[in-house]
RNA sequence: GGAGGCAUAGCUCAGUUGGUUAGAGCGCUCGCUUCACAUGCGAGAGGUCGUAGGUUCGAGUCCUACUGUCUCUACCA
């Protein structure tokens, strides 16, 4: 088959996909000979489309199931979406707003059938856009969150939780979403330094002239104050505790109480206290046995409690009317600017309202202790290690999480109330009656669960979780979980009290988590920016290869990296790179019989790149394993580039051109093993290209995703050979240097002279340096006076090279290069000497490393002898 | 308030348990119609690794403080 000219991947990334498809490669089966290796996906959210940061989720994760599944693991990369409640149904509402309808219209019934309606549109194009990618995930295990499987998953668990107490029902307060009209988890609310004011409002004493200052951030709670608390310790305000306060505009007698809580510095260090819409108030209201008056409804506007003169408003529009009546009343002592964190929702970023309602609670106390300890003991691994820190920080402090969200989409809370007896009924399956009083008239909750409910179950509840099945058994625990660390308290965290709990397993035993893929200039990429990148554009124009490799180069596990499209089109120019270097060696090997390297007898330059390509194995092998991935990406590009394509291919076209044949078959049987395992390689990062060449090489049948990934063979390892070649690889160097030092054009041919003790090395190898370095004579002499010509000469390690350039030698300039290269040599010798004459060196540091230092300074004194030879000479 | 990250070449970033003369990509300079590739080839310039101490035979790497910067987290009304 032709090779095109250059790499176009639009030829057979999707050609390929489909056969990958077809041949059922990405399915992983329960086999007992294998070893399972499994990754659940982050699963999407179904409210739209994949950004890069699911791109980088996915090449890191297919990267690691690639490489896993050639080492002849069972692995298993298990996809899925995430129905995202209260995101989606965010969605849904501005959807049905444009047709002019609200939840309300169309009914909770119309609203779901909507809701699924975009289910299969969005998570069907999610599924598409990851194929794209080339993730190797096994389809035909698909999971939904809301799906039959992990809805069953939710049920259990809860009533489970239930059951054993970790669940209640109570009044807390809790973060009110005024927009979406809903309850939130304290993960759910972002806070942000807003600008807003400090009101001083003046309390007066019951029957006297005294009065209290307090001060607030939000005026209208004032309607809903039962007390004013002071510091037990305050002087200033000793004699206040226990007194009766009436409440301006409402008129309500308040006490004033006593509470640690209040910090003295602060503001006048007397306290409204309204245990309905603050949380701290709340305990504060507990701790004093105060009422609880609720002055705001669900939708933010003010409730009968507000008095008549509010209610009905909007509580900002409120604020500013009570605001002008306190003012009236003579009750407004000033107003200062103030800037204070605002709690904001996380879909709508509309501003939270701290209020008291009666929601579902997970107990965290007993469920944090065990998941805690679990990465204490070391069975979840985190990497990088830092990102344990933060996880026991939120753990430790962890509250109760309030999981009842008053939303449509979702999990419906699996309890129902019987209208008769009042009874609450927590069950796995819909009951028919009453169990105490037999009754039908039941209803269930109107709520549904936080959408991370069911996320924190996905590794076990998209196994088959309750149920005891084939893949549960054997699938789990997974092995690593990857995603961003901006997850890790919603998420990660979740899972695995969740694992432990209700599995009696963790659910993975190694966290990876990487950074935010930012744009160009360092910002997070968001709507409202517009910075956005759609991975389907850059794929479009790159290929999804590039995309994957620039994605992956050059990160380290945890950081945030910054995309560009000068590093994707470095990439495409790597793929371009790795297309034509095949092209060579595909081309010169048509037709030819080509031979095992084991069958060869191999050049110096052959044992050179098989070493390098040893190590190469090495390094990536071990990286993969350490989840360095950007190291094992950057050796793979290091070698392929520059020790394949920079110096073998070009150090194998005197061979390949020359006249002997055994040569030939020698050169041939490198450049098709080396490239091939090279590919193999590559391919958990670039699988299109990869597989695409694999398939075209000589004598190579089947597919490079299923092959064997290459083992470390010492035996290739040629440690010696390699290390002599490199002399070889420095004469062409310095050669090349010298010609470019004084303009003379590359394709000049001159005549080069050695003083090597490697002349036999040199000799063998006198066609590669003649070609790689445009020589036309190789010559061997003692020194410089040899030549008889005006010469150029640099000192190397074992060989001085001498190059006669006639007129273009300036010998001025040359005793300049020469004489700054002496200093160098000398400063490096002062510099081995001073750690040889170090006592604590000689006897602390490990000896090979003294003996290197040795030979070290015996090379570099041998040099500074041969330069001031050459010197001398001029 | 608490916690964590980052600070290395003009820019973006690597640098694994401390150990050769600190690397890459992009950009820059010079030279190349070399038969895989100009999405290329060769050569080069460019860094006292944020500051000050400390540990060590040895520090870009470990410790302390400081400066700058970013992020997470928290109940200061």
Redesign the pocket.
């Known amino acids: 088959m032709e090779m095109q000219?250059?790499?176009n991947p639009k030829d057979f990334e999707d050609k390929l996909y489909a056969e990958w498809t077809e041949k059922n490669y990405f399915r992983a089966e329960a086999d007992p000979s294998k070893i399972p290796f499994t990754i659940v996906i982050p699963p999407p959210n179904i409210t739209g489309q994949l950004h890069l940061g699911h791109a980088l989720d996915n090449t890191i994760i297919d990267a690691l199931i690639r490489f896993k599944r050639m080492q002849g693991y069972s692995a298993l990369y298990l996809p899925g979406c995430d129905h995202a409640s209260i995101a989606t149904e965010v969605k849904i509402v501005e959807q049905m707003k444009k047709e002019g309808l609200t939840k309300q219209d169309v009914g909770r019934e119309e609203f779901l059938r909507r809701a699924w309606e975009w289910k299969d549109k969005f998570g069907g194009r999610i599924v598409e856009q990851l194929k794209k990618m080339g993730v190797s995930a096994d389809w035909s295990r698909l999971a939904f969150t809301m799906d039959e499987r992990c809805s069953k998953a939710v049920r259990e668990v809860f009533v489970n939780l239930y059951e054993k107490g970790l669940i209640y029902r109570g009044d807390r307060i809790i973060n009110w979403c005024p927009s979406c009209k809903t309850a939130l988890s304290?993960?759910e609310v972002?806070?942000s330094e807003d600008a807003s004011f400090f009101w001083h409002l003046k309390y007066p004493v019951k029957d006297s002239s005294e009065s209290i200052i307090v001060?607030?951030?939000?005026p209208e709670t004032m309607l809903g104050d039962t007390a004013v608390a002071v510091n037990p310790k305050d002087k200033r305000y000793e004699h206040m505790v226990g007194k009766t306060l009436v409440l301006p505009l409402v008129g309500r007698e308040i006490p004033v109480v006593a509470d640690e809580?209040?910090?003295m510095e602060?503001?006048s260090?007397a306290?409204?206290i309204t245990p309905a819409h603050?949380?701290?108030d709340f305990e504060v209201g507990l701790r004093h046995g105060l009422e609880v008056i609720r002055v705001m409804n669900d939708d933010g506007t003010m409730n009968e409690n507000a008095g008549k003169a509010y209610e009905g408003m909007d509580h900002f529009a409120a604020r500013e009317k009570i605001v002008e009546d306190l003012k009236a009343a003579g009750a407004l002592v000033k107003i200062e600017p103030h800037s204070?964190?605002v709690g904001h929702c996380y879909r709508c970023h509309s501003t939270v309202e701290p209020i008291v309602s009666k929601q579902w609670f997970v107990k965290m106390a007993p469920l944090a202790k065990p998941a805690i300890d679990a990465v204490v003991r070391n069975k979840i691994h985190f990497t990088p290690e830092?990102f344990s820190?933060?996880y026991y920080?939120?753990m430790e402090?962890i509250k109760d999480w309030c999981i009842s969200r008053q939303l449509w989409w979702g999990h419906r809370i699996p309890v129902w109330y019987c209208a008769d007896c009042g009874e609450t009924i927590v069950s796995k399956t819909d009951p028919d009656a009453c169990p105490h009083c037999g009754s039908k008239n039941l209803r269930q909750d109107e709520d549904v669960l936080d959408t991370w409910f069911s996320s924190a179950l996905w590794p076990f509840s998209t196994l088959g979780y309750p149920d005891k099945t084939e893949d549960f058994d054997y699938f789990y625990p997974t092995d690593v979980l990857s995603c961003g660390y901006d997850i890790i308290?919603f998420w990660v965290a979740r899972m695995i009290f969740s694992g432990i709990e209700h599995t009696g397993k963790v659910p993975f035993r190694d966290v990876l988590l990487h950074g935010i893929v930012r744009d160009e200039q360092?910002r997070k990429m968001s709507k409202s920016l517009g910075n956005g990148i759609d991975p389907l554009e850059v794929i479009d124009e790159y290929g999804a290869d590039s995309l994957r490799f620039a994605l992956i180069s050059?990160?380290?596990p945890g950081?945030?990296?910054?995309y560009s499209r000068?590093?994707v089109e470095?990439m495409?120019?790597f793929m371009?790179?790795i297309w034509?270097?095949s092209?060579?060696v595909i081309?010169n090997a048509e037709g030819a019989d080509v031979p095992d390297i084991r069958e060869v007898k191999l050049s110096a330059a052959d044992k050179w790149i098989v070493s390098r390509l040893e190590s190469c194995i090495k390094e990536v092998t071990l990286?993969m394993g350490?989840f360095?991935l950007?190291?094992a990406a950057?050796a793979l590009y290091d070698f392929m580039?520059s020790d394949f394509?920079?110096w073998y291919?070009?150090l194998s076209k005197a061979p390949l051109y020359g006249d002997s044949p055994e040569k030939k078959r020698a050169a041939l049987a490198v450049l098709c093993f080396v490239l091939k395992n090279a590919l193999k390689l590559l391919h958990p990062f670039v699988p299109f290209i990869t597989e695409e060449i694999y398939g075209n090489l000589p004598g190579v049948t089947g597919s490079i995703m299923i092959s064997d990934f290459p083992r470390y063979d010492s035996k290739l390892a040629y440690k010696k050979e390699a290390k002599a070649f490199e002399g070889v690889m420095d004469i062409i160097?310095t050669v090349?240097?010298m010609k470019?030092?004084v303009?003379c054009?590359?394709?000049k041919k001159v005549k080069l002279f050695l003083a090597s003790p490697m002349k036999r090395l040199v000799s063998a190898n006198a066609a590669a340096i003649m070609k790689l370095a445009g020589v036309g004579s190789i010559g061997f002499v003692e020194s410089a006076a040899d030549v008889g010509e005006r010469v150029l000469s640099q000192v190397i390690e074992n060989c001085t090279v001498f190059v006669p350039l006639g007129e273009l030698v300036d010998i001025e300039k040359e005793k300049v290069r020469l004489a700054a290269e002496l200093e160098r040599v000398e400063g490096?010798i002062r510099?081995?000497d001073g750690k040889l004459q170090?006592r604590?060196?000689i006897e602390?540091?490990?000896k090979n490393?003294v003996d290197?230092e040795r030979a070290?300074l015996d090379k570099f004194i041998e040099m500074k002898e041969k330069i001031e030879r050459q010197l001398q000479e001029l």
């Open positions: 000219k250059t790499y304290d993960a972002e806070y001060a607030t951030t939000r809580y209040v910090d602060f503001g260090g306290v409204k603050d949380p701290n204070h964190n830092r820190k933060i920080n939120w402090g308290f360092g050059g990160v380290a950081n945030d990296s910054r000068a590093k470095a495409r120019n371009n790179k034509n270097a092209r060579f081309m990286n350490k360095e950007g190291i950057g580039w394509c920079d291919i070009e160097k090349r240097n470019t030092s303009n054009p590359p394709s490096e510099r081995a170090n604590g060196f602390k540091a490990p490393l290197a070290k």
